[in-house]
């Protein structure tokens, strides 16, 4: 019943997804975070950029963005981010550079929610003793954020985690592309949907599991 | 809130953010030249690649536009109507008090919320072609709204549970003191309360399964908007980078029309009287796990 599994490679699938979710969730946590500080900061411009930025960037299917950044950047503008003529690689890194396009806006977003959670005193204090916006943005309010962000993160993450599928479209080889595969050319449809499934649950569930967990255990008692 | 986080600006601090306005300005522009030359290196904004789009012809948006977008919303409206119910009906099932009615229902929304929607839409896809009769040229509208359905539907049982516990618990109270019953309160009492608290939400579960549909373009031959940006590129001679905008375009003033609409419509029932005041706000869609406000799929 099993044997059909040996000529396909459904752990390296997985694996595809797991590092596209983990080098997206870094890029992306590190973007939206630049873009949650435009958001909030005293330069007007920057402000705008930022609303701008997640606006559009929610608003646009991730489908779009995926297949432009390979049929847009690499087909026709001829941008491959140092891959080459590698075409699988060049796809990889288009797939991660989308999805943190995409991710960064809920990201920034996130983050924000979490600002909102700190009460006006902590930042006035802070104000108080002369600190100037960068460092009390950065040593007095995001240090809390980040602690009430947790949750929203997590749901962000499991929401990445499941958004990989997409660079299936450009032909990643990753969980869904497999399966795409293996239904076409294998009779053990239930089988194998059976299989997907399980794998997605198992990167999903624990995910929001722990994070939620950890985000009740660092939460500011206020 | 936000400009609790920098004092009122004095000289300096306006010279300095005159500075980094300065800055940032030099950098987007760097980026948008970087753009436009990149672009025109390889000849893409030349006007006749923008020119059915831009160029005051309707054939465009007649053969190829307005059919995609019709496919795209026609199967994102009966996604929709076929998921509240649905959710509806789990939503409310996870509230019962009977244990073998509220753990079954948690594990159907539990386990179609773990899973990505594009994984439905391929088992839809496959399901359709080999148990039932329905022609292959239908079969990828099928397999999106069943995929979009079975996620959406326990995204929205998620919504209506929220909604009905987000209504003061006296609302029950007093009604089972004047002698409803269980079955009488819900459908009576916190129904109707609790559909109008999360209206919002639900409109903005719609911008969600907009940009869902695209996946069946992308992946499942599905001939809505975005497959048509495909099309017309081939068609009009290689312009992918004008396709593909257009198409972005009109996704971004649907999307955007349904967000500031479910903005509209929450602000309007936080300041009405009459209600309990509960409101399911937009954003609290994000509190639902595994679910990020209005962008949970693609």
Known sequence: MFDFLDDYDVLGAFWTTVQLTLLSAVGSLIWGTLLAAMRVGPVPLMRGFGTAYVNIVRNIPLTVIILFSSLGLHDTLGISLGAGDIVDKANFRLAVLGLIVYTSAFVCEAIRSGINTVPVGQAEAARAIGLNFTQVLFLVVLPQAFRAAVGPLANVLIALTKNTTVAAAIGVAEAALLMKDMVEKEAQLLLISAIIAFGFCCLTLPTGLILGWVGKKVAVKR | ?298
């Open chain 2, 1 to 298: 809130m936000t400009s609790v986080l920098y004092d009122a600006q004095g000289p300096r601090a306006k010279r300095r953010n005159i500075l980094y306005t300065v800055v940032f300005l030099a950098a987007l522009a760097a980026l948008v030249w970087w753009v436009y030359s990149a672009l025109d290196e390889k000849n893409q904004l030349d006007w006749a690649l923008w020119k059915p789009y831009l160029g005051g012809g309707t054939e465009a948006y007649s053969t190829y536009i307005w059919p995609g977008l019709q496919n795209t919303l026609e199967a994102a409206a009966l996604s929709m109507l076929l998921a509240l119910p649905l959710g509806a009906v789990l939503g409310i099932a996870r509230l019962s008090d009977h244990v073998w009615v509220r753990v079954p229902a948690a594990v159907v929304v539990e386990f179609f919320r773990a899973i990505p929607v594009l994984v439905l839409m391929i088992f839809g896809l496959a399901l359709f072609a080999q148990y039932t009769d329905v022609s292959s040229d239908d079969r990828p509208f099928y397999a999106v709204v069943t995929g979009l359905v079975l996620y959406n539907a326990s995204v929205l049982a998620e919504i209506v549970r929220a909604g009905i516990l987000s209504l003061p618990k006296g609302q029950s109270e007093a009604a089972m003191a004047i002698g409803l019953r269980k079955g009488q309160v819900m459908r009576t009492i916190l129904l109707p309360q609790a559909v109008t608290a999360m209206l919002p939400a639900i409109v903005s579960q719609l911008v969600v399964i907009v940009k869902d549909t695209a996946l069946g373009g992308a992946v499942l031959t599905f001939p809505e908007l975005l497959a048509s940006a495909n099309t017309m590129s081939a068609y009009y001679g290689a312009n992918t980078i004008a396709s593909f905008t257009i198409v972005a375009v009109i996704y971004l003033i649907i999307n955007f029309s349904l967000t500031t609409f479910a903005s509209w419509l929450e602000g309007r029932l936080r300041r009405r009287k009459k209600s309990t005041g509960a409101v399911l706000s937009v954003d609290d869609t994000a509190g639902i796990p595994g679910h990020a406000g209005t962008g949970t799929s693609a």
